[in-house]
Structure formats: C-alpha cells, structure tokens
C-alpha cells in the first residue's frame, strides 16, 4: 500500500506503530483495514463517503449544542464534513466495502479522513491529534453500530431516487405505447399456446401497471429506512452518548441531509436487527422480476424475424453475430435479464447476511450494502437503457399481428357462450385438422350466419367484456 519513497508519519493504535504516507487524510486504522480486507477491488460507493459525512457533522452539531464539543473543533469538523460532502478526499477512502468488523473500518476511515481535515483547518499537520481526534472528537457520543446501519439507510433512500425516476420514464414510455398500439388486435397466449385476442396496447398498459406497483411498493418500503438508530451507540442502550444529545442528534441529521428521520422507537431493536434493509432488498428484487418477466415478452414478440413471433420490432442496436450476417439480437431486454438475475441474487446474500446476526448485533451489514447499493445502482441503468434504447423505439407489425388472430382457433372460445364447450371444442379440433379457419367452418356447417359470426368473432369485442344476453343467438 505504502511506496518505498513516500515521506511518513507514525501513527498508533491499540494494535502498535504504523507508517502512513505523510500527506493522507486517512490515518493507522484505515490503512490497516486496507491491507487486511482485499475482497472486491473497489472502494466505498459515493453516496455511502456522502451519508457519514452528513452523520458526522450532525454528531458535531449535536454535541456543540449540548455543550460537547468547542466552537474551535465542532466549526473544523463541520467545515471538513462540508468538503468531503461535496466530493473532496474521496480517494483517501481506502477500505474494501465488504470487511469485518461490522463497518468499524468504514466508520473509522470517515473518521480519520475528517479529523486530519479538520486538524489543517486548524493549523496543524495530519497525524496530530492533540486538535482533533477521529475517535474521541469526529465519533463523540457515537458507535460504528449506530452511525453505519444509518448511513446505509440513508444511502439506500438517495438511490432509490435515481432508480424511481428511471421507473417513471418507464412508465410514461410503456403508457405511450399503449395508446400508440390500443388499436392492433394480436393473439394472447397462455402456457405458450394461443389463448383469446388482445390488443396490444392492452399489453403495454399492463406493463405500465406493473411498473407503477413496483414503485409504489419501494415508496412503502423507503419508510422503514427513515427510522434510524442515532443514539443508541454500541447496542441500542446509549452508553456514552449524552441525553441531550440523544434527543437532538435525529432532528439535526434530517436538517443537515435533507432526508426526513425518526429515531427509532427501540433502539435495543433497530441496532440488533437488520431486516428493514432485507425488506427494501425484496422490492428491488419484485421489481427485477417485473422487468425480466416484460424483457421475456418483448423478445418472444420479436422473435424472428420470419421464423418466429415477429409482431413488433425492436430497435437494432448492434450486429447480433460474428458469423451471421445481417442478424440483430434483442441486446437490451437480454442485459435487463441479467441484471434482474444480478438482483436476485443479490437479494439472496442479503437475506442470509440479516438472518446470521446474533444477540445485539448484525456484523455483516457491509456485504448487505455493498449487495444493496449494487442491486439498486445496476437496475437503475438497466431502467434507463431500457427505455432510451429499446422501449421507445418499439413498433408494430400490424399486419403479422392480425394474421396470427386470422388463423387462430384461439377465437373459438368466444364461440362457447353460443354454442357451448363441447361444440366450440369440436370446432376447434376440426380447425387444426382441416388447417380451415373457424368462421370457414361455422359458415361451412350452416352453424350460424355470417353476420351472426362476424358479430360474435368482432376482434375488438374479444377484447373487453360484453352484454352476452344482448348477443344471445338460439342455436
């Protein structure tokens, strides 16, 4: 981690001496962490750096108010927190974000990175922290076990806002499809088999329905995140944190971010368990399902194009082969699949992870948000290549859409108010068999008139509900 040239400070902790590169705001339990924890590769997501600054400088208004902390070394670390919200010293946060120690490396990386800041602010040289100390200043009233489950909420709450908006303009998008495809009449299918005819942009509106369930349920589960335990410390008791404290610092937290917060009601509770964020997991991984599931559609409608579905086009991206020319492949729905697959997965790891806490703490919450944060970023832009690569560009084949319905014993069941199961069955049989149309053979067996089966095999009418008494026919 440390070039064999850099200049270095002495930094101790209750491990030993260890040299830090002397101009890093991180400090001896940081770097230890680093070279201890080589999972992922990667470091701690923006908005996760973004959130504990934000706790940080709650923690130290809070305790400024009570009385806490002096003007000198509240206003510094207030002022460091300002700049590391704003995106400043982000590369001196060097821990993996999957670790031991239930976040204690992340919180104490926020820490250091703060008090050295804030130590320049006042005059000094990184490494002194006779000015501010990460722990006993930056972390005053404060424990990793109550300042990371909240930082990940809080991290959690901003992303689903990228990942609504997206759901949105996907919904907007499948709505206009619908009103552009209301008037195309298509098979339905169920089991993969011919069912009864749709409307295409009955299709569409059904999506657009899907997605906004979607969103409403992550609105719903979002909530669970607004409770935090801030103040509670170690275990949910409160040891070392002030009462006073304890009583401002949510209220301050919502001020300084922007984000509404309570305090939990039992913070013994909301420092043990974990499974709020197992709950949010559960609407990203609804959602997931949602969009493969509507990925799956849209492939199978384009299949083809002579050899299969072919009733709409997808937009062509790419070459679709090294060794086919002129093929085109459904590259869009197919990355939305993987990610939903991502997601599921993920969604798994969380589960596990809330479920193997014990007694009065979680200690795998790093790998939860590390999965979380993931899940919700990658659907996000799945969302958003969705809908500006594939879904808007969508059109129809009317005519291949109305020749399925044409040749189709589908639109027998419409039949079995008027004739009846059996007879429609029949009918149905000798269809395939003759490879004739069903309205070739009610006209062919004087079953009813042309008018009467125009009527009853009205395309549209097949499509929405009907007064049968009103079309009652004596056979």
């Known amino acids: 981690m440390i070039e064999e040239q850099a200049v270095l400070r002495t930094e101790s902790d209750s ?26 590769g ?81 005059g000094g040289k990184k490494g002194d922290y006779s000015f501010v100390h990460p722990n006993d200043h930056v972390n005053y009233g404060q424990s990793t076990n109550d300042v990371i489950p909240t930082a990940g909420k809080m991290t959690t709450l901003r992303l689903l806002d990228r990942l609504k908006n997206e759901l949105l303009r996907l919904h907007t998008a499948l709505c206009n499809k619908a009103m552009e495809f209301d008037h195309i009449i298509k098979m339905g299918r169920t ?91 559960g609407t990203i991984k609804a959602c997931a399902v949602t969009l493969s599931k509507m990925a799956n559609d849209l492939r199978l409608m384009s299949s083809g194009p002579r050899a299969g579905f072919n009733e709409i086009n997808l937009p062509a991206k790419q070459n679709g082969s090294s060794i086919m020319p002129g093929k085109v492949n459904p590259v869009i729905p197919e990355v939305v699949n993987q990610v ?35 899940s919700i970023d990658i659907l996000a832009s799945a969302v958003q290549t969705f809908v500006d690569n594939c879904v808007t560009g969508i059109t129809a084949n009317e005519a291949r859409c109305q020749e399925l319905v044409d040749h189709s014993v589908g639109v027998v069941t419409a039949l079995c108010p008027y004739l009846g199961y059996k007879k429609s069955a029949e009918l149905a049989k000798k269809a395939l068999q003759s490879n004739k149309s069903v309205k070739d053979l009610i006209l062919e067996e004087k079953i009813l008139t042309a008018e009467e089966v125009d009527s009853i095999l009205d395309p549209v009418n097949m499509t929405e509900p009907i007064s049968l008494k009103a079309k009652s026919i004596k056979v």
């Open 15 to 40: 491990i030993g001496e260890k040299k830090v590169p002397e101009n890093a705001y991180y400090g001896v339990q940081s770097l230890r962490a680093a070279e201890n924890f080589h999972i992922t």
């Open 42 to 122: 990667l470091k701690m997501h923006p908005e996760l750096i973004r959130s504990l600054a934000f706790i940080k400088k709650a923690a130290a208004i809070s305790n400024h108010r009570v009385g806490l902390l002096s003007d000198e070394i509240a206003d510094s670390i207030i002022k460091a927190c300002d700049e590391v919200t704003q995106g400043n010293y982000w590369k001196d946060f060097i821990v993996d974000p999957i670790q031991g120690g239930a976040g204690t490396s992340i919180n104490m990386n926020a820490n250091e990175v703060i008090a050295n800041r804030a130590i320049e602010l006042l």
């Open 191 to 281: 089991q993969m088999q011919d069912a009864v005819p749709i409307r295409l942009g009955q299709e569409f509106k059904a999506y657009s329905v899907a997605v906004m369930r979607d969103i409403n349920r992550m609105e719903n589960a979002k909530e669970e995140m607004r409770l935090v335990n801030m103040g509670g410390t170690a275990i949910g008791t409160g040891i070392n944190a002030d009462k006073g404290y304890m009583e401002i610092i949510t209220p301050v937290l919502s001020e300084v971010s922007g984000i509404k917060f309570e305090q939990a009601g039992d913070l013994i509770d909301a420092t043990q368990n974990i499974d709020s964020f197992v709950s949010v997991s």
């Open 340 to 374: 939903a697959f991502k997601v599921i997965g993920n969604d798994m790891t969380i589960t596990m992870a809330a479920e193997g806490g014990q007694l009065e703490l979680n200690a795998f919450e790093p790998v939860v948000f590390y999965c979380l944060f993931e």
